[in-house]
């Protein structure tokens, strides 16, 4: 268990529609990174946030985007959903530039 | 710019030793990890090496890095059948880490 916790775990939307992902940071963790990652492929970065501020993004467009909040949880918005959104989106959080641990992972399929 | 890759499939038998191998591209890169993803679930930090470094040993895992080359590689010693996965190798630069495709390892009993 790595303290990162990811909600919902799985969830089935709709082409066109919004989504929010929600993740709890490990205890003492300032800093959450978004990944997506397909089907047979590694992660891609989608982009970090360290103290509430956006730190770093992928090449990802504005549809994705996300929040920080105070007790360091985050949020990853995806609006306008496409059919290749369907993936798992894994959540990373870390103490600034210390290693990263992932949650589950919340896997989005998008009909 | 960040590229990793990676070989696709390994199969060992249990027992033997496993040595999964990737190649990186960003020289400036202060660390680079090795990640285990078991099918249906997150990523789990298995070790990882800071660039100064040549080798590091923690239990079955054993993590070489060749610098002039830009090569990585993971040998897992007395291979399990719980070691079957697939493995990532990620390099760290700007503050977000860049992952292979993965080399999936299937452990034969």
């Known amino acids: 268990e790595t303290g990162v916790t990811q909600s919902p775990t799985h969830l089935i939307k709709t082409r066109g529609q919004q989504v929010t992902l929600r993740c709890s940071s490990q205890?003492?963790?300032?800093?959450v990174s978004w990944y997506q990652q397909a089907l047979g492929q590694g992660p891609q970065f989608i982009f970090q946030?360290?103290?509430?501020?956006?730190?770093g993004r992928g090449n990802f467009p504005p549809r994705f985007s996300g929040l920080q909040f105070p007790n360091y949880s985050s949020e990853l918005n995806v609006n306008a959903l496409e059919l290749d959104d369907s993936a798992l989106y894994l959540c990373?959080?870390?103490?600034?530039?210390?290693?990263?641990?992932f949650g589950q992972g919340t896997r989005l399929t998008v009909v | 710019g960040e590229d990793v890759e990676q070989s696709l499939f390994l199969s060992v038998r249990e027992g033997d030793s496993s040595v999964i191998n990737c190649t990186y591209t960003?020289?400036?890169?202060?660390?680079l990890y090795w990640y285990k993803q078991e099918p249906g679930a997150g990523l789990q930090l298995l070790t990882y090496?800071?660039?100064?470094?040549d080798m590091k040993q923690d239990q079955r895992l054993t993590v070489l890095l060749n610098k002039k080359d830009k090569h990585l590689s993971l040998r897992i010693a007395d291979t399990q059948t719980g070691d079957s996965a697939i493995y990532f190798c990620?390099?760290?630069?700007?503050?977000?880490?860049?992952f292979g495709k993965g080399n999936q390892v299937v452990v034969i009993p």
């Open positions: 090496i800071f660039s100064n470094m």
């Open positions: 960003d020289s400036s890169s202060t660390y």
């Open positions: 990620a390099e760290k630069g700007n503050n977000r880490l860049a």
């Open positions: 205890s003492g963790h300032n800093t």
């Open positions: 946030y360290y103290r509430e501020e956006e730190n």
């Open positions: 990373a959080s870390s103490l600034a530039d210390t290693e990263a641990f």
